[in-house]
């Protein structure tokens, strides 16, 4: 199915910025929803963004909208999490998800059918 490589993380310091980005192969990548979670040391894993097929639908964890954003380039085959403000709280590993819908607006991870591996992001206090 849809094969997903995130990127991006690394170690950095409180306020400053990241941006990971998502590539995607397998099915078309302009027909699926996509979506960014994370999951920190001993929590669940929980959402952070989504967006819909073309872009323009966007959904934010509400504590996040603001300092997160959300995008994509189908004509790259890439989604886009760009984080400023950055808090050690951010700390977790971000994983890109894939829907098998064009539009997916539940934030549970069953809903969720692709996964990447993660990429780790350390924010220093």
């Known amino acids: 199915q849809v094969r997903l490589v995130e990127s991006g993380g690394g170690l950095v310091q409180t306020g400053d910025s990241l941006r990971l980005s998502c590539a995607a192969s397998?099915?078309?990548?302009?027909?699926?929803?996509k979506a960014w979670f994370r999951q920190a040391p001993g929590k669940e894993r929980e959402f952070v963004a989504a967006?819909?097929?073309?872009?323009?639908?966007?959904a934010y964890e509400r504590s996040l909208k603001g300092r997160f954003t959300i995008s994509r380039d189908n004509a790259k085959n890439t989604v886009n999490l760009q984080m400023n403000s950055l808090k050690p709280e951010d700390t977790a590993v971000y994983y890109c998800?894939?829907?098998?819908?064009?539009?997916?607006?539940?934030?549970?991870?069953?809903?969720?059918?692709?996964w990447g591996q993660g990429t780790q992001v350390t924010v220093s206090s």
């Open positions: 397998g099915r078309a990548f302009s027909s699926n929803a």
């Open positions: 967006i819909d097929w073309n872009g323009s639908m966007t």
């Open positions: 998800a894939a829907s098998n819908r064009a539009t997916e607006e539940r934030t549970g991870v069953m809903w969720w059918t692709n």
